[in-house]
């Protein structure tokens, strides 16, 4: 069983930057496209970037393109979320997710417990 903790979350004033990680122990995460979600208050869930099972593919909303920059180390078993130029509609609960396969989908198998992300002066 994979399993996967977020970590890295916390209160940044607009502008700024933090790096989120998603950290899986139980199996190797070789084989395992990782995505990251967040959801807001009173909102839907997003889909907020993925990345391939090799880090050779990576996909972004619309939203964050430019700013945000998903990476993975899979020796160490570890998928990063560097965000940067942090805007207060970026506040939010940070999941990260795995499913195996090689690219990107809709749909995942695992799932972190979130970590909370507050961008506010």
Do not use: H
């Amino acid at each position: 069983q994979l399993q996967l903790v977020e970590s890295g979350g916390g209160l940044v004033q607009p502008g700024g930057s933090l790096r989120l990680s998603c950290t899986a122990s139980g199996r190797t995460l070789d084989y395992y496209v990782i995505g990251w979600f967040r959801q807001a208050p009173g909102k839907e869930r997003e889909g907020v970037s993925c990345i391939s099972s090799s880090g050779g593919s990576t996909n972004y909303a619309d939203s964050v393109k430019g700013r945000f920059t998903i990476s993975r180390d899979n020796a160490k078993k570890v998928v990063y979320l560097q965000m940067n130029s942090l805007k207060p509609e970026d506040t939010a609960v940070y999941y990260c997710a795995a499913v195996l396969g090689r690219l990107c989908g809709d749909q995942y198998d695992y799932w972190g417990q979130g970590t909370q992300v507050t961008v506010s002066s």
